[in-house]
């Protein structure tokens, strides 16, 4: 999951957001297992949970994405003001 943090703050998006997104993605997957563990004798019932459940965690993700007030809240992002205070000792 770091590594996905690290993509997401590479490609702009801010530290808290990218580690709520992470957060998230964990909590969506852990349920997915679980139900996916209740097909693992039965192939063709496990394929097609498997792309059901895809299909939830990309609607829950944005469904995320677009109701909370907060996802774009920047509060400790904290490597913001390192940058800002090393550029200023120059």
Do not use: C
Request: net charge negative; aromatic share 8%.
């Amino acid at each position: 999951m770091r590594l996905g943090v690290d993509v997401l703050v590479k490609l702009g998006v801010r530290k808290y957001s990218a580690v709520r997104a992470s957060q998230n993605f964990i909590k969506y997957d852990e349920a997915a297992s679980r139900e996916l563990a209740r097909h693992r004798y039965d192939q063709s019932d496990y394929i097609f949970t498997a792309r059901e459940q895809i299909q939830i965690q990309e609607q829950m993700l944005n469904k995320d994405r677009e109701e909370i007030p907060n996802i774009n809240d920047h509060a400790w992002d904290s490597d913001l003001f390192e940058e800002k205070s090393d550029s200023g000792k120059n």
